[in-house]
């Protein structure tokens, strides 16, 4: 029988036991002799133990099932996002939330984009709890979210060239090698030399999995050999970019450098994220959307017009 009992659940000495760790030291709480009444007891215990039908039990279920399926990016968002989440409604009932408490929650949580961020992230997490038969409704369907304008900051070509003008030899060539691929930050500083052919450079998009080759061309080989030449006496270096130590550049150094850069080329407003915004802009001007959208991995035009909507001006002649 012991076999096909649920987890932490035993039988010795003629009854059921429910057995698990407490303030680190292992436990055996008796169930009954009678397997059926055993049962019944065992899944009171687990509720108590695990906080099964309980959102910080749902949490932790995503945690361990969901989360690290997701990119190292969004599972940084997420963690915080779910520990906000576990402390306002971690011991309510799954059942017991109704949808003014989420509305409430909306309404009264100071940063406001925020709040929209984890009420979708509950929402997710309710869907899935239904996919698991852990409860029927999803209180969060029907919210009303605070209104969100997109980012609109476009890099001119100035504060481009100013940018690139401040830089040390390592960072510009981070700078013009996000332009002209249009990826992202996390993308480019993981890009490993083995990635780099006389075909082009690979890059695999850590968000959605999909890989792009970049076809070599002279402005993108120039910036690949100036970014090589930086930490040239290194040897056995294993990424493209690093830092003065020949080591991978690390997301917390990188923000750093960054601030930085932006103080002393005077355009703190400018996220480094903007210079994706820009290449694809710029790419869609130039060439049109579906350039626009193979340049920028996009699964779909919808994506790559809604990216551009923002940032993108129409030239119009005055008045003669």
Request: aromatic share 10%; charged share 30%; proline share 3%.
């Amino acid at each position: 029988m012991g076999k096909n009992l649920p987890p932490r659940m035993f039988h010795k000495h003629g009854a059921f036991y429910y057995v698990t760790r407490v303030d680190g030291k292992l436990k055996w709480f008796r169930l009954e002799k009678d397997y059926q009444l055993a049962l019944y007891k065992y899944a009171e215990m687990e509720g108590k133990i695990t906080g099964q039908g309980t959102v910080s039990g749902l949490i932790q279920r995503y945690r361990s099932d969901v989360l690290p399926g997701k990119a190292a990016k969004t599972q940084a968002d997420r963690r915080w996002q779910l520990d906000r989440l576990d402390k306002v409604f971690g011991k309510m009932r799954l059942e017991a939330i109704t949808p003014p408490h989420i509305q409430h929650y909306l309404d009264k949580r100071e940063k406001k984009i925020a709040a929209n961020r984890e009420i979708k992230l509950l929402s997710t997490m309710y869907r899935h709890a239904i996919s698991w038969g852990l409860c029927s409704s999803n209180p969060c369907q029907g919210a009303f979210y605070h209104p969100e304008s997109g980012r609109d900051r476009y890099i001119t070509d100035a504060e481009f060239e100013r940018l690139k003008a401040k830089s040390d030899p390592m960072m510009r060539a981070v700078i013009e090698f996000a332009y002209l691929v249009g990826a992202r930050r996390q993308d480019i500083l993981k890009l490993e030399r083995k990635d780099i052919t006389n075909d082009g450079v690979y890059i695999r998009q850590g968000k959605t999995g999909k890989r792009q080759l970049f076809h070599m061309t002279p402005e993108l080989d120039r910036v690949i050999k100036s970014a090589k030449r930086v930490n040239r006496k290194a040897k056995n270096l294993k990424y493209l970019f690093t830092n003065t130590k020949g080591q991978q550049i690390t997301a917390t150094g990188f923000n750093s450098a960054w601030r930085r850069l932006r103080e002393t080329a005077d355009l703190i407003g400018v996220n480094f994220h903007d210079i994706r915004a820009k290449a694809i802009t710029d790419a869609y001007q130039d060439r049109g959307l579906d350039y626009a959208q193979k340049l920028g991995g996009h699964q779909n035009r919808d994506q790559t017009e809604h990216y551009i909507k923002k940032k993108n001006t129409e030239g119009v002649d005055p008045i003669c």
